[in-house]
Structures are given as C-alpha cells and as structure tokens.
C-alpha cells in the first residue's frame, strides 16, 4: 500500500509542486477548475449519455403533459410519478462515471488535505509529540522492560525533560518548540526501536503537511500517505504531531463560507464544469 | 409606464447609491480631529515617588525624557482614592457628587446591613422577568426581559462631548466602565476593564482542584476548592468537574426558611480528567468540548483506586476527549477554550469561555490543578465586553485570547487558603507564582498596546494598565518610600524577601516605562502623551474595623444580650444606633426618612458629625499609640452635584469618609459586621493599600507638555482633553484645563 501511495504522492508532487509558491485561492482555483472540466469529460466518456438524454427528454416531456393536463388528475399523477422514475434512473446512470471518479478524486482530497488543510507548527510555538504504542510494549514499559525517549535534531528544543505516558504506557507524549521553520526528523526510541516522524514548522505550508505516521487502520493509512507507514510488526502504532492535526489552514479567501478550501473547491469544479458543459456537449 | 430602458437607467443609479451606502457604512466615520492626537496611558496605581526615586536611578529613561518637556506633577486623587471613584472622577470631570461612585461597595438604605443591602457600585444586574418554567426547564419567551447589567455610574463621560465633536477616541481596556458605554455615532470604541466580570458574573472565582481538600474545608475568598475524584484502579488518574455558569434553560426550584418560591439555573459543567504520570511530574489534561463524558469505562467496586476523594463509578477514557494538553509540573497552559454545554445536543452552540491551566502539583496520590476564573472568548463573547460589541473580537483575532474581566492579576488567589485532609493549611500561590500570572497579564496588555498603536490614526488614544496596581498591592514594601518606620516587617515575609518582591513592582514600572518608549517612537515626541495614574500607594500594616470602632465609642448599641461580633443586621438596635459603616472608607449615619430603621434627626446631623470626625481623629492605636485617621471628610463639604448629601440623588452617599493614616485600612466590617476589635495586624499578602487619605497617596502625571497648575487634579483630565479638540468644558465638570489655565501663583505675578 505505501509503494501505491508513495507513487500518487510524487506524482500529485509533480502537479503541485509548480504551483508551491502561488497564492492558495491561484492553485486551488487552478486545479479546481482543471478538475471540474476533467471530470465533466470523465462523466462524458463513462457514462451512457444516450440514456441519460433519453431520461431527461422524458422529464421535459412529462412536466410539459403535467402543466398541460393540470385539469386532470389521472394524467397529472402519472406524469408525476414518470418524472420520478426517469430522475432515478438518471441516479442510477450516474452511479458507473461515480464510481470511475472516486478513487482518483478521493486519492485527490487526501493530497489536498496535507497542503490546505493542515497547517505547519507556527515557528516558536510548543508542539505536542505523541507516540501510539502497542499494548504489548506498554506492558513492557510499564514493567520497567524498556523505555521511551525522544531524538530531537538541532534546532528543536525538547521541553519536557522525560515523557508523559498513559497509565497503561500506549501512549507517551513529549512537548517540543522549533523557532525557525524546516522540517525536522524527531526520533522515538521505544524500547530497542525506533521511528522517526516529521516535524513541519513554519508559516504556511509549501510542500504536504503530515500530522501523523501511522500503521494503524486501513483508513488511516489511506489518509495520510506522506510519510511511510511503520512495519505492521512495529511496537509503534503511530506518531502523531497534535498541533498539526488540530491546527487549519487560514481560508484561501477571506469569506465565510466560500473561503474555506473545499466549499471553495467544490464551488469552483462546479462553475468550470457547468460552463464547459454545453461545449462538451455533456449531458449531466 | 416606464419604458424598459428608462428602468434600467433609473434602477442603476439607485443600485449604485445603496452600494455606496452599504460600503461608506462598512467603515470608520469621517474623523473632525484633523490629525490632532494625543495619547493617554492610564498606569493605575503608579507612585509619584515611587517613579521619582526609579527616574534619579536611571531607571526609566523614558519617563525622564518625557517629562524634561513638560514635567512630573503629583495629581490629586479622589476622595476617597479608590479605583472605582478615581477612575470615575477621570471619566467625567467631576467629583463622586457628579457620577454617584463613593465606594468599592454602597449600600440599599432601606436594607441598612442586611446580608443583601451591600452591592458593587460600578454596576448592578436588574433580575429579568421569571422564566416559564415547564417539568424543571425554563421556556424563553420572546417579551419576557433577560437579566441586565447596568452601569450605574452617573454623569457624562467626556468621550460623549468628544463624539458629539466628531473627534474619534479608542479606549483599550476602561476601568470602571461596565458594562461599556454606547457610542451613537460610532466615533468611540472601548474595552472595558475594571468591573468586568468572569463568566460566572463574578469579579473573578478562580478553581483549585485536588483530591487532597479536607471534606470539612470552606471554598476561599475569592475562589473554588473543588475535589478531584480518583479513577479505580488506576494511580494517578482523576476526574473533576470545571464549573460554568447557571444553566439558562434548566430550572431548580427551591423555598427559602419563609416558604417563598424561587428558582435557580444549575450550574453547567465539563467533566474533566488528570493523569499524572506514574513517576515523572507530568501529566495530561483532556475533556470535550462537545458534551462527551461520562462513557466507558465501569468501576471496580472492588479495589481502591488511588488515595484521596472518593471513588469515580462512570468515567470516559480521555481518549474520547478531543481536547488534550500536557502539562509539566508548575506549568501554566496558554489558553485553552472551554465550552459548556446546556443539553446533550445542544443546538446553541453551547457557551464559549477561555482558561489557563497551572499545574500545581504533579503528585500521582495529590495533584494539584489551578484555573483561571473563566473569561469570555474575545473571539465570541457571550456578553458585550467593549464598544462596539465587536470590537473585542477584532482585537482577540489579531492577537489572540487574553483576560477579558477586570482584576485581571489574581490576587485571590495569592491570598487562598484551604485546610488539606491531614488537617493543615495548604496555600494556592506563592509570590513567584503570583509574578508570573502578573506578568502574563501584562505581556498580554502589551500585546493590546501593540494592536491600538498599530490602528491608531488620529484622535484620542487611552491604553490602560492594571499590573501597577494589583502587583503593588501584593508586593510593594519599602520603609524608604515613606509611611513607614524604616525597620517596619512585611506581615508575612522576610526583610529580605520584601526586598526582593518589591523589586518586582520597580521591574514592572520598568516594562511600563519600555511601553511609553514605544508608544513615543510611534507617535512621535510632538504628540501630547499623558501618563497618569489615579493614585499612589502605601503599605498596608493594620487591619480597621469601622464598626468596632463606632461600637466602641457608643454609635453603635446592640440588642440586649447580644454578644459584638456577627452581622450588625441581626445584633444592631437600630432605634439606638447612629451611624454605621458599609465598604472601605464611608459612615453611614442612621438617619430618619432615609434610613429603614433611621434614628438620627436632621438637626441632630451637624452635631453628631462633628462629634464623631473629632473622636476619628484623636483615636490612637493601642499598639504604639500612633494615630489611626488622619482626615475625616464631610461629603457634604467635599462632594457636589445631585449625588451630594441634599441632592436629589444622594440616598446612597455616605455622610463621612474617613481619611486613614499610613499604614491603617479598612479589611474587616466592609459588610456591616463587627469583630473582636477594632484593630488587627494584617497577616495577609495583600500588604499595600490606598484607601487612605486621599493627600498621602496622590497620583501621578508625567507629561511632554508644561502645565501651569500647582495642583493637578484627576477631574483636570478630561476638561483638558477636551480642550485640546476644541470642545469647551461643559457647565457640570469642576476640573480646569491643565494646559492653558494659569496657576494661581502665575495669576498673582501677573
């Protein structure tokens, strides 16, 4: 799983990384919009456009016999119930360019995320490590059988001195503060393991943005795939930066609602692929 | 009919002017100023001799390079020097008899020293219309009144001459101000200050958690001991709840010992949980924001889990907390955002607040945990907080949360004291730890600081700074300043540490002369800058019982058989009383038509004042024989306007204010209660006061401006701002414009 993903991620690299220093809203928009007209195509080429036409010509001809046949009852009722059937089947028609679309635009919102939604460690600010552990190396730990420590490069400053755990020692959590932006390698030490995690810091984000490195779940892994994924044997179930995952991005635009980067992506794929939609000759 | 072109044309321009409405009504209104600024910095508390002695150091080069253009004056504080009557006499140009402020704290003539009659003077809640209450719920009815906070402040403050002048004025942090004044033509925006209350509608309760409370120990002045509970079967976890504010939409009904009905909101919670590590002094503190709690894990009835409070049956593991911090023993947190929720799915959103969090003690058996009394979210406050009400929001998203109540600088809980479960004294702060919350306030007032210079254009700039005030009360001790022998002892500390924790009143009297630095390097040295404070200070020794005191020499007559000690409400026989005292510096005579139970007749008024300011001020203090009181006022003689005695609106004047000497305050009977005597060493932190006579502890004003007055006064502020935009003094001020009137000495050689 991690060879696909790291594969998508230098290839998405490849997309983005041009567009690194542009405004948020310019390579948001930019991609929004190429995708919107993408995906208009997508639908054109893999769905049944003759029996959605059919579909809809059905509707049109069935509001058209409701607004003649108001007066009567029987008429008006079974336009209604045709207009009805023909919207599902249209539903249905849709399923198949859906299905083709998920994958690439699921695996398109996870590369998204690491760059508009998760934001670095502001450079001065205290950031909270935390090391997910296995139950196994919590009892471990908690006998006195091994021990955790934290790796800090230069330029991190480690201000916890020794480690909060949990009770059942899954879980050990350090504090640490970069003044200057970079991305830095924080080594865990569990025992006789270890694992680095990538520490972001600085004032926006030009290249993705991982809050965690996990092995934890499917899902998990599926949604952060920036940095590779520890050994399923590991004692490590995850490391995880907590500022980083609580913290967003600023808006790409300073308006409620709009600027928030999906509606803004949503809205913008939209308006590309309505636009492009009568040239295409698309029927949605 | 109108053709369709024609329509066009004459919508469009119509389109276009609503446009331009909407824009133009977006912004600042056009300021009349014409560039004119002038800059005031409130340093409250500051001592003229205290600044004088730190300028001949070299200590506060930016004071001196001030005042070598204009000059350093002692101003002439309020009578009496308390915040709330000084600041109200800067606001309105007139003395207590104007804006109606005697005291910290009046009193309802008609309840005289019931346990209800004293109220905080700078404002007051009206009870709104009782809710209708449905199965122990209150059911909002849209023309039913809320409760409302009212400023009670008279007068006219002189910002109002200022707007009506078109001349903009920003006021970052107002003491004595809340609930802030409304500006009606949008030329003033304020953030109150002083007065300004936690959420709670307190004037700051703060929250001490531990398993380690005796069960028997009260809550502290000021504060919450709260138990934390220990979870089965794991060292070192606990749960507690952080207390909210009342329920709005929950109803408890109760009967008072009369058989009345009335009705309480329960107080809203978040449940919360500590867990220390097992050997390392640290530990995680989670909760959630959204309700969650009180799921997952069962209790093992069987096994104890850990030493203290009793055991947690029903306790959430942290993991489904999605707020988390970790905190290292003697850590203060940044602020953290809290929200109390009324219901489970609670469709308002909840009530937002913000808190610090200290860990005190990172025992696994004893944890200690302080919180912050809780503040508004800048970001969203639940109350209005500043004028406009949005203005603290623009100021919380440029830079962050910060204390939105007023006494800011938690002085209560540098005084707390709970009893612990072996039967021992267990003490909240210590000094350092009071220095430090002392200093986030004022890191934080800087940040605001930053923020006004950053926005300001033109017009009136008034930052305001408490940290001179309420470090100084806690930490000022130095027999050289004056009022005190010079081998006097502090009444809790070591000449030596005395020493040292005065030093840290002198090192924020530094850090207020590094702001003045800045703000003369933004604005520029041809700008006026007033720095002022409402009054000095002195050292605080003797703790006075007013009451005991007119017991003692026969104002005061108990019921037969009752014992003098206890609420002079219950003990006092009014027909033979004659005068009492309620708050800090005022006596009350009982007199007839004013007071509920009066005794005192009009023509006997004169006399009997007379005779009581005479025996004040002969009094002498058992311990040393040195006098207690150095100046009685008469308000009749000092106060005018309608707040005067006479004046229509005089029911809550005091009729005398007593001026004490150095050394002497008033800590016990503020609510009409007597003790053992009337005089007491203080053995509290709070070891500095002003709440003396008005003429040992005059303010400060350092200005780059020449002032041709001998004797400044706080109420010659705002008639000399005033002037200096080209507005007259208005009829009811008393004070005199500092820059253009002659002293009286000049007057005579001209």
Redesign the interface.
């Known amino acids: 799983m991690w060879t696909i993903n790291n594969a998508l991620s230098s290839l998405f690299d490849l997309v983005f990384d041009p567009m690194a220093s542009w405004p948020a809203w310019l390579s948001l928009g930019l991609i929004s919009a190429v995708t919107g007209v993408v995906l208009l195509l997508a639908y054109r080429y893999t769905s049944n456009q003759d029996a959605i036409g059919r579909a809809r010509d059905d509707i049109k001809a069935n509001m058209l016999a409701m607004k003649l046949y108001k007066d009567s009852l029987m008429v008006a009722m079974g336009a209604q119930f045709r207009v009805a059937w023909s919207s599902f089947k249209i539903l249905l028609l849709s399923i198949p360019p859906l299905m083709v679309a998920l994958i690439p635009v699921g695996a398109l919102f996870v590369q998204m995320t690491g760059r508009y939604q998760f934001a670095p460690v502001p450079p001065g600010k205290t950031a ?1 490590v935390q090391a997910f552990m296995t139950e196994e190396f919590g009892a471990r730990e908690v006998a006195g059988q091994a021990r955790f420590e934290l790796a800090v490069p230069e330029g991190v400053e480690l ?9 059942d020692s899954t879980l050990a ?3 640490v503060r970069a003044d200057k932006p970079g991305l830095y390698d924080l080594t865990v030490r569990a025992g006789d393991e270890s694992l680095t995690k990538l520490l972001p810091v600085g004032d926006g984000a030009s290249q993705p943005v991982s809050p965690l490195r996990t092995r934890y779940s499917f899902w998990e892994k599926l949604g952060f795939p920036w940095e590779e994924y520890p050994p399923q044997e590991s004692s490590f179930r995850a490391i995880q930066i ?1 500022e980083v995952i609580e913290t967003a991005m600023p808006d790409v635009l300073p308006v409620p609602v709009l600027g928030n980067w999906i509606v803004y992506f949503l809205v913008v794929s939209m308006a590309f692929a309505l636009v492009f939609k009568p040239i295409f000759k698309v029927r949605i | 009919m109108i053709p369709r072109r024609s329509r066009c044309l004459t919508v469009f321009p119509v389109l276009l002017g609503a446009l331009a409405l909407v824009v133009g009504g977006c912004g600042e209104p056009k300021s009349k100023a014409g560039g004119k600024r002038l800059v005031v910095l409130g340093f409250d508390g500051m001592d003229p001799r205290a600044l004088q002695r730190m300028m001949d150091q070299g200590r506060m080069p930016n004071f001196k390079r001030l005042i070598e253009k204009g000059g350093l004056w002692n101003l002439g504080t309020s009578i009496p020097p308390q915040s709330p009557v000084a600041w109200s006499n800067f606001i309105t140009g007139c003395d207590p008899g104007e804006h109606g402020i005697f005291d910290f704290i009046h009193r309802d003539p008609e309840q005289q020293t019931d346990p209800t009659s004293p109220f905080f003077s700078a404002n007051k809640t009206e009870p709104g219309d009782e809710p209708c209450v449905l199965f122990e719920h209150a059911i909002p009815l849209p023309w039913q009144n809320p409760p409302e906070v009212i400023l009670t402040r008279g007068g006219t403050p002189f910002w109002e001459y200022l707007e009506a002048a078109k001349v903009p004025s920003r006021f970052y942090r107002l003491p004595a101000n809340y609930p802030p004044t409304p500006s009606r033509a949008g030329y003033m925006k304020s953030l109150s200050d002083m007065g300004t209350p936690d959420i709670t509608g307190s004037q700051g309760t703060f929250q001490w958690f531990s398993p380690d409370f005796s069960a028997s120990s009260k809550h502290p002045s000021g504060g919450m001991a709260l138990p934390m509970t220990a979870v089965r079967g ?4 606990y749960t507690f709840e952080l207390q909210g504010t009342g329920n709005p939409i929950e109803v408890e009904t109760h009967y008072d010992a009369q058989g009345t009905r009335y009705i309480e909101h329960p107080v809203m919670t978040i449940r919360m949980m500590l ?1 220390v ?2 050997d ?1 002094p ?3 503190l989670s909760w959630s924001n959204f309700g969650l709690g009180g799921i997952g894990y069962e209790a093992d009835e069987s096994t104890d889990g850990g030493a203290g409070g009793p055991q947690q049956p029903d306790v959430a593991d ?1 993991e489904e907390y999605e707020q ?3 905190l ?1 023993e003697g850590e203060w947190s940044d602020w953290q955002h809290v929200v109390f929720r009324t219901c489970n799915l609670d469709p308002s959103g909840g009530f937002p607040a913000i808190a610090r969090f200290w860990l005190k003690k990172a025992d696994p058996q004893f944890p200690e945990l302080y919180v912050t009394p809780l503040n508004f979210d800048p970001e969203k406050p639940m109350a209005t907080v500043s004028t406009p009400s949005d203005f603290v929001t623009d100021i919380g998203r440029k830079i962050g949360p910060f204390y939105t109540q007023g006494f800011a600088e938690d002085f209560k809980a540098f005084d707390a004291e709970v009893t612990d479960v072996m039967g021992d004294e267990k003490r909240l702060f210590d000094a350092e730890t009071y220095r430090i919350q002392s200093q986030i306030v004022l890191n934080e007032r800087i940040r605001i600081l930053d923020y006004a210079l950053e926005h300001y254009e033109d017009g009136l700039l008034f930052v305001y700074f408490s940290s001179t005030d309420l470090v100084a009360h806690m930490m000022w001790w130095d027999p050289e300043l004056g009022g005190l022998p010079l081998d006097a002892r502090h009444p809790t500390r070591s000449p030596e540490e005395a020493k040292k924790y005065h030093r840290v009143v002198e090192g924020i009297y530094e850090q207020c002369d590094q702001q003045l630095g800045k703000v003369m390097k933004k604005v520029g040295e041809d700008t006026p800058i007033i720095t002022m404070s409402d009054h000095g200070f002195g050292p605080f020794q003797r703790k006075v019982n007013l009451n005991r005191w007119l017991y003692d020499n026969g104002y005061i007559v108990l019921k037969p058989g009752e014992r003098p000690s206890g609420s002079l409400a219950t003990i006092a026989d009014w027909s033979k009383t004659k005068a009492y005292s309620i708050g800090l510096n005022g006596i009350y005579l009982n007199m007839v038509g004013r007071e509920r139970d009066g005794s005192v007749k009009p023509e006997e008024r004169d006399a009997l004042l007379a005779e009581v300011s005479e025996k004040l001020l002969a009094s002498r203090d058992p311990d040393g024989g040195r006098p207690v009181v150095r100046r009685v006022y008469r308000t009749d003689e000092v106060y005018h306007g309608p707040y005067a005695p006479g004046g229509k609106l005089s029911q809550h004047t005091p009729d005398l204010i007593v001026g004490y000497e150095y050394g002497y305050i008033t800590r016990q009977g503020t609510m009409g209660t007597l003790t053992s005597r009337w005089l007491t060493d203080n053995r509290n932190q709070w070891s500095a006061d002003h709440c003396i006579a008005a003429e040992l502890v005059p303010g400060t004003l350092a200005t780059n401006v020449k002032i041709h007055l001998d004797d400044p006064d706080l109420t010659d502020l705002a008639p000399t701002i005033l002037k200096y935009f080209g507005v007259d003094k208005p009829a009811q001020m008393r004070g005199r414009d500092l820059w253009t009137t002659p002293s009286a000495r000049t007057a005579s050689r001209e």
């Open positions: 909270t201000l916890t001195a020794r480690p909060w755990r949990k009770h959590c350090w504090k907590r | 794991r060292t070192g976890v867990e590590d097992r390392a640290i530990a995680r942290a988390e911090l970790i290292q």
